[in-house]
């Protein structure tokens, strides 16, 4: 503060002797009042206690706080160790995207003896690539669905209009259309822009029931029927929570809330909207699995399922007893890893709640496979899936199919700017502004979209031939191995060792788990 006053009386002392005898010397003052004026401002803001003790020079403080996620990124981080997506992965979904050069040149960058890289066993028998189905698919519906669905194995992850851009809520849909694959509408409801270009839609519901809720957020079935009508919807996933911020609810707060967002939720505008972080609709294991079966009825017989990030381990026990008892399968279940997700949620929930992909798809995959009913239901995985080995490590361990969400966000031009919470994303992915959106042209991106899924499900089914598999789906965990120490390797079957079918029928453990309380 004592160096800005003595900048100030020197400064103006010198301009005004300088400008007696050079009167040019007079237009300094405009650059240096401003100045002043800016220090004078910084001295009596209470807020900051650097800007208010060094006026004017403290402000760089918060400049270069502001820049250097941007000079880590491009100057400081090695390819293989940007957070959360390396370089090399951002290189590979953007050489696909634009159908550039999709090679690397001299090696893998990655340390392979480093803990807990990964690889793919191939065989000395390798299968021709050219010989291969180049779109394998899923069919999603069991015994109770009458419309099933014939999926892709990697599709777009949720992720909400309102979240994203109504121009890059179109590029993926119109990239679903053209790859024939399916977008996830997010909680948040569903658009125009999700219908405008005809893709296949998964319909998710949260907590909120938007789009097909009453005037006190309670689940609304003749709305549900309504929408679940549409020929785009293919597929409904009931949200019981989600890896972003598992166990938290969400507020719309009222500026965000515009008639278009209103119309689309089923909402007031202008008012605040609270998503409670439990569903309304059941409250016990058997009331949740009788719901999603009333679901399906509504919806005339299309695929349901839930999508859950894995939490409490006896919750999900529950779940697979209710099923069992009452009869009601889940035609799906989306498998959310704790590191996933592109939601903005409080730190402490991304960092440190949920149970990661890997674990929770081999933990879900055994479990039903332990109480006899996997066959019954198809499971996703969604959680950083990024390339063809990302996809097969989840067929690995229990996937039938993948959804990707920041893949989807680089293949339309995100650049991992990290600021998706602040409405100021570069590239018009992740923002309301309309002159930020503009920058987003639907009818280039949308190529890329189906471009980048394309090359990912052709890398996917190349290692699969690698390994001397018919398909993808033939993977095992004994294909996959990891450093687990400097000399020590496992494979996944190792890791993650596979349950016997039918193994917890019958057991104690069983018989304690109740299915009308949580």
Not at 235 to 256: D, F, R, T
Not at 424 to 441: E, H, I, N, S, Y
Request: proline share 5%; with cysteine; aromatic share 8%.
């Amino acid at each position: 503060m004592k160096g800005f006053f003595a900048f100030t009386v020197g400064s103006l002392a010198l301009i005004c002797c300088g400008g007696y005898f050079f009167p040019w010397v007079l237009w300094l003052l405009v650059v240096i009042i401003p100045l002043i004026i800016l220090g004078f401002v910084d001295i009596l803001q209470k807020k900051h206690a650097i800007m208010r003790n060094y006026p004017i020079v403290g402000r760089m403080r918060y400049l270069m706080e502001d820049i250097r996620p941007k000079i880590y990124q491009y100057f400081v981080e090695s390819d293989i160790d940007g957070s959360p997506v390396n370089r090399v992965d951002r290189s590979t979904i953007y050489q696909r995207a634009k159908r550039e050069l999709n090679s690397q040149p001299f090696g893998t960058q990655f340390n392979v003896y480093a803990e807990g890289y990964e690889w793919m066993a191939h065989s000395i028998q390798p299968r021709s690539f050219d010989t291969m189905n180049k779109d394998p698919r899923v069919t999603i519906g069991g015994a109770d669905c009458q419309q099933p669905y014939s999926a892709s194995i990697l599709n777009v992850s949720a992720m909400s209009y309102g979240s994203l851009s109504a121009n890059a809520v179109e590029a993926l849909n119109g990239g679903a259309k053209i790859g024939n694959f399916a977008h996830n509408t997010g909680e948040g409801g569903i658009s125009e822009h999700h219908l405008n270009q005809g893709g296949d839609i998964i319909w998710q519901i949260g907590t909120g029931y938007f789009g097909c809720r009453d005037e006190q957020g309670n689940f609304d079935e003749k709305l549900f029927a309504q929408n679940s009508a549409r020929p785009q919807i293919r597929m409904i996933e009931l949200k019981v929570s989600q890896g972003a911020k598992p166990g938290h609810g969400g507020i719309l707060p009222a500026s965000k809330n515009t008639p278009e967002i209103a119309a689309i939720r089923h909402v007031k505008p202008h008012t605040t909207v609270a998503s409670p972080p439990y569903h309304t609709a059941f409250n016990t294991p058997r009331q949740m699995v009788e719901f999603i079966s009333r679901m399906r009825t509504l919806a005339n017989g299309k695929p349901v399922g839930f999508k859950l990030c894995i939490g409490q381990k006896t919750e999900f026990h529950a779940i697979c007893k209710a099923m069992l008892e009452t009869g009601c399968y889940p035609d799906f279940i989306t498998v959310d890893g704790g590191e996933g997700g592109t939601g903005a949620a409080p730190p402490e929930f991304s960092n440190s709640v949920g149970m990661p992909l890997m674990d929770a798809l081999a933990f879900v995959h055994d479990t039903l496979r332990g109480y006899n009913i996997r066959h019954k239901v198809k499971v996703i995985a969604s959680g950083k899936i990024l390339t063809g080995f990302h996809i097969l490590r989840a067929l690995a361990l229990g996937a039938d199919a993948c959804n990707s969400a920041r893949a989807m966000m680089m293949a339309i031009g995100c650049i991992q700017a990290l600021i998706c919470n602040t409405n100021r994303c570069p590239t018009g992915v992740a923002t309301q502004d309309k002159w930020l959106q503009a920058g987003l042209v639907v009818d280039d991106k949308k190529h890329r979209v189906a471009n980048y899924h394309q090359d990912t499900i052709e890398s996917a089914i190349e290692l699969a031939a690698a390994a001397g598999l018919e398909t993808p789906h033939h993977i095992t965990r004994s294909h996959l191995s990891r450093r687990v120490f400097m000399n020590q390797v496992k494979t996944f079957e190792e890791i993650y060792p596979g349950m016997e079918v039918g193994a917890l029928l019958n057991t104690e453990m069983m018989e304690k788990i109740s299915i009308d309380n949580w």
